[in-house]
C-alpha cells in the first residue's frame, strides 16, 4: 500500500532555531499533502494544506511565517519551524493523499522538543 | 463544518470486546475511517467503511454505521494488550480534509 515517509522521527533543538521536517510519498504521487499537529492527549489539529508547486493553505490562526510549508515535488512536503519556541513542542504529522479508497496515508509523525 | 464526536476512555478487560463510538455532523464523506495511533506514532489505518454500508467486517474488526442517526462505531472481538492505543474517528469534510474525533483511549485491564 501506500507508504509516507516522516523524518526525523525526533528532534531537540534549541530555542531560537529553525527545524526542518521532511515527508516523503515513496510509491506514489502525493499532489496534496497535509500537516497536522498534535497536543499530549488531544487530536490531530489540521495546520495546512500543501499542493505540489503552490503556496500551501494555512488553517485559521497558523502563522505561515513560523511554519514553512513546501512542496516542491510530487514526492516531497518539507514543514519548517522557524525560530522555535518552547511552545511549539508538539507532535508533527504528516499526510499525503493517494489515489486510493483509503486514500490518506500519514507519516510516522516528529517529536518536536524546544529546550 | 464537520464535527466528529467521540468518549475519551474506554477500559476493557483482556479477551472481551471492545466498542468505541463516534458520532458526526456531516453525511456528504464518502468514507468513514478508524485510525488506530499507539504511542508516540503516527496513525495506522485500521478500516473504513463506505457510506452506503450499514456494516463492515474484517477479522476481529467490525464498524456500524447508522447513517439516520450519524453513528459510527468500532467493534474489537477478543481485545489483546497490544490493542491498548487511541482510536480515531475520521469522516472527510466539503473541502476534502479529514477531521477527527478526539480519540478515544482504549485501556485494557488483566
Known amino acids: 500500500g501506500a507508504v509516507v515517509s516522516q523524518h526525523p522521527s525526533r528532534v531537540i533543538c534549541k530555542s531560537g532555531t529553525s527545524v526542518k521536517i521532511e515527508c516523503r510519498s515513496l510509491?506514489?504521487?502525493?499532489?496534496?499533502m497535509f500537516w497536522y499537529r498534535q497536543f499530549p492527549k488531544q487530536s490531530l489539529m489540521l495546520m495546512a494544506t500543501?499542493?505540489?508547486?503552490?503556496?500551501?493553505?494555512?488553517e485559521q490562526g497558523v502563522e505561515k511565517d513560523k511554519f514553512l510549508i513546501n512542496h516542491a515535488s510530487l514526492t516531497l512536503s518539507t514543514l519548517t519551524v522557524t525560530s522555535a519556541h518552547p511552545e511549539d513542542s508538539s507532535f508533527y504529522i504528516c499526510?499525503?493523499?493517494?489515489?486510493?479508497?483509503?486514500?490518506?496515508?500519514f507519516g510516522s509523525g516528529t517529536r518536536l522538543t524546544v529546550v | 463544518g464537520e464535527d466528529v464526536e467521540q468518549s475519551l476512555f474506554l477500559s476493557v478487560r483482556e479477551g472481551d470486546s471492545s466498542v468505541i463510538n463516534c458520532t458526526y455532523t456531516d453525511s456528504s464523506s464518502t468514507y468513514l475511517y478508524w485510525y488506530k495511533q499507539e504511542p508516540g506514532a503516527g496513525l495506522q489505518l485500521l478500516t473504513y467503511?463506505?457510506?452506503?454500508?450499514d456494516m463492515k467486517q474484517d477479522q476481529r474488526l467490525t464498524v456500524l454505521l447508522n447513517k439516520k442517526d450519524k453513528h459510527l462505531s468500532l467493534r474489537i472481538a477478543d481485545t489483546q494488550t497490544g490493542d491498548s492505543a487511541i482510536y480515531f474517528c475520521a469522516g472527510v469534510g466539503r473541502d476534502d480534509k479529514i477531521i477527527f474525533g478526539k480519540g478515544t483511549r482504549l485501556h485494557i485491564l488483566p
Open positions: 467503511i463506505f457510506s452506503n454500508m
Open positions: 500543501s499542493n505540489e508547486g503552490s503556496k500551501a493553505t494555512y
Open positions: 499526510s499525503a493523499r493517494a489515489r486510493t479508497v483509503d486514500g490518506y496515508t
Open positions: 510509491d506514489f504521487q502525493a499532489t496534496t
